[in-house]
T-cell receptor
């Protein structure tokens, strides 16, 4: 069964450094998302992406964050200058099977645990 | 502010019994509702989705939606120890829109 994959599984970085989190969504999906979950807290929406542009972003997704779909398969989240409070699990999700009219569930990848020291 | 509210639990249920998980949502415009299961340290795994009032059954799981009361529930029949996890209720305004998650209910199935 197709699934969303994410790399790396764990990233440790120093405060102020740039990180890039990578995701490969399910191949025939059209909508891509990043969520994060701080330890012990709820899953929070960051950004959605469709047709090569951001369709919606949350207040969390400030100028330090950016997303890109550099090719036909990868979807990346960049944090330009990491802060301690960016430490969290980051989940990529995808949905929206091309050519169908049925309900489009969001499927989540395994996550990247980001630790900012 | 769009919110999805859940009792954090833990909810303890004997093995073989029915587990009942509930959630309410604040935005009356929400269209679709999801139940995800999340094991500790893992990602959310989709269990059920529902968008019409009433019940939807899939194996041991039944999702129930009451849009007038803005209430969603998940019933798990014949509960197994492997069902012990945090169950996340989530709401979506439009198809392929962002999902708003509740904080989750921790479910513990007692062997």
């Amino acid at each position: 069964e197709p699934e969303v994959t994410q790399t790396p599984s764990h990233q440790v970085t120093q405060m102020g450094q740039e990180v890039i989190l990578r995701c490969v969504p399910i191949s025939n999906h059209l909508y891509f998302y990043w969520y994060r979950q701080i330890l012990g807290q709820k899953v929070e929406f960051l950004v959605s992406f469709y047709n090569n542009e951001i369709s919606e972003k949350s207040e969390i997704f400030d100028d330090q964050f950016s997303v890109e779909r550099p090719d036909g398969s990868n979807f990346t989240l960049k944090i330009r200058s990491t802060k301690l409070e960016d430490s969290a699990m980051y989940f990529c999700a995808s949905s929206g099977r091309a050519g169908t009219g049925v309900m489009n569930e969001q499927f989540f990848g395994p996550g990247t645990r980001l630790t900012v020291l | 502010q769009k919110e999805v509210e859940q009792n954090s639990g833990p909810l303890s249920v004997p093995e073989g019994a029915i587990a009942s998980l509930n959630c309410t949502y604040s935005d009356r415009g929400s269209q679709s509702f999801f139940w995800y299961r999340q094991y500790s340290g893992k990602s959310p795994e989709l269990i059920m989705f529902i968008y019409s009032n009433g019940d939807k059954e899939d194996g041991r799981f039944t999702a129930q939606l009451n849009k007038a009361s803005q209430y969603v529930s998940l019933l798990i029949r014949d509960s197994q120890p492997s069902d012990s996890a945090t169950y996340l209720c989530a709401a979506e305004m439009n198809r392929d829109d962002k999902i708003i998650f509740g904080k989750g209910t921790r479910l513990h199935i007692l062997p």
